[in-house]
Antibody
Framework: EVQLVESGGGLVQPGGSLRLSCAAS????????MSWVRQAPGKGLEWVAN????????YYVDSVKGRFTISRDNAKNSLYLQMNSLRAEDTAVYYC???????????WGKGTTVTVSS | AIRMTQSPSSLSASTGDRVTITCRAS??????LAWYQQKPGKAPKLLIY???TLQSGVPSRFSGSGSGTDFTLTISCLQSEDFATYYC?????????FGQGTKLEIK
């Protein structure tokens, strides 16, 4: 079964850091671009970042550039999101998703919740 | 960034109705558009990609059309499980922006 499982969410103070992980199984992880998407409480979906199969290309939404870093470890079938200088507006459920070759997202994890608050 | 605007933002309908949701891009995106369904507390689910291609396993009552800047998602005969929020997303250029969502509610 194709599956993505996020972890690492929690409560963090403004200015703090958090690292999210996404464990992939049931498919050849190294063959796919991967993505992070977030959803603030009661709000819509926001694409956050994409990473190429070998990690050589990365793209970010402007609001997280310079603060968040997407990475992956193909040997561990894992995707990561390092989040630094966190702000209240980063509070959201963070989903990892598999990106199909045309760049749409066909498999999603259940999400992990990040709360930035003092 | 390309802005995606959905209409309506909310919609009330009854089981068996035919409903249409519209998504407009602020610039041309060819057919690089996907539609997702999200139910409360759940992850989004891919319904349609490339504007009109039905994802495997998605019921045929869902259909998509359009290209360029104007797109539609149609549900031909609403079922109880279709009441959810629907999002369009462009993947023509980064950032891959979503529409604000359309909440489909039971009348």
């Amino acid at each position: 079964e194709v599956q993505l499982v996020e972890s690492g969410g929690g409560l963090v103070q403004p200015g703090g850091s958090l690292r999210l992980s996404c464990a992939a199984s049931g498919f050849t992880f190294s063959s796919y671009w991967m993505s992070w998407v977030r959803q603030a409480p009661g709000k819509g979906l926001e694409w956050v970042a994409n990473i190429k199969q070998d990690g050589s290309e990365k793209y970010y939404v402007d609001s997280v550039k310079g603060r968040f870093t997407i990475s992956r470890d193909n040997a561990k079938n894992s995707l990561y999101l390092q989040m630094n200088s966190l702000r209240a507006e980063d509070t959201a459920v963070y989903y990892c998703a598999r990106v199909e070759f045309l760049d749409y997202m066909d498999v999603w994890g259940k999400g992990t919740t990040v709360t930035v608050s003092s | 960034a390309i802005r995606m605007t959905q209409s309506p933002s909310s919609l009330s309908a009854s089981t068996g109705d035919r409903v249409t949701i519209t998504c407009r891009a602020s610039q041309g995106i060819s057919s690089y558009l996907a539609w997702y369904q999200q139910k409360p507390g759940k992850a989004p689910k891919l319904l349609i990609y490339a504007a009109s291609t039905l994802q495997s396993g998605v019921p045929s009552r869902f259909s998509g059309s359009g290209s360029g800047t104007d797109f539609t998602l149609t549900i031909s005969c609403l079922q109880s499980e279709d009441f959810a929020t629907y999002y369009c997303q462009q993947y023509y250029s980064y950032p891959h922006t979503f529409g604000q969502g359309t909440k489909l509610e039971i009348k």
